[in-house]
């Protein structure tokens, strides 16, 4: 189907007016997002480098402050934040007959995912707004992490749905196994030296004595 006379043409796949546009449609819930991104393992890559580049400084600064073990287990486990969701859902894909379409799905799964921190930041304006005074910065903390959370997992399970042609239980089944394995991964850091327990970090709240 081509485009109406005077209609601004669609930008290609894979570019950055590609990638933009995909990324605010199937945030919005659009199937057709899909096709804004490339298919090719360099896609993947493309997708990853911006959050391998920020672990590189991350774990930069983080051992420049503090050149501990400990740090050293903070930035292994932010690592593997970023690979587990790639490694996983690639060997889901193969078990499903899905990995021609998996390059796709990923390349879209790690751009979709900054659209969370625009939700944090609408959902902070939001709140802040709408919470009547005296509320608690605590209660405040919770009701904003609740939104990022149910916004999250929606999004993971329907680009899953969506990217690699799957029912609502095995995309379900995906955002499962990216839980579990996370979590997996946070018992392993807190019992192994140096004992880095990862939920406190992703846990802590601002101080309920500040908000009164």
């Known amino acids: 189907m081509t485009q109406g006379r005077g209609a601004p043409p669609r930008p290609m796949p894979g570019s950055a007016g590609g990638i933009f546009r995909g990324m605010m449609l199937l945030g919005r819930g659009r199937r057709d997002g899909m096709s804004c991104f ?7 890559f493309a997708a990853l480098a911006p959050r391998v580049a ?20 903070k930035i292994a486990f932010s690592l593997c934040l970023v690979l587990t969701p790639v490694v996983l859902t690639h060997q889901l894909a193969r078990l499903w007959g899905r990995e021609a379409l998996w390059p796709r799905y990923m390349a879209a799964a790690l751009w979709c995912d900054w659209l969370v921190l625009f939700v944090m930041l609408a959902a902070v304006g939001v709140i802040a707004g709408l919470m009547p005074a005296g509320v608690s910065m605590m209660h405040s903390a919770l009701l ?6 149910a916004y999250n997992l929606w999004l993971t399970w329907f680009v899953a749905r969506v990217g690699l042609a799957l029912g609502a239980w095995r995309a379900l089944l995906v955002v499962l196994a990216i839980a579990a394995a996370i979590m997996a991964l946070s018992g392993i850091s807190s019992v192994l030296p140096p004992h880095y327990a990862p939920w406190q970090d992703f846990l802590a709240l601002p101080s309920a004595h500040g908000g009164r």
């Open 38 to 44: 490339g298919t090719t393992p360099d896609a993947v």
């Open 144 to 149: 904003l992490n609740g939104v990022i959370f």
């Open 54 to 73: 920020l672990w590189l400084v991350g774990g930069v600064l983080t051992l420049a402050q503090a050149p501990t073990m400990l740090s050293a287990a």
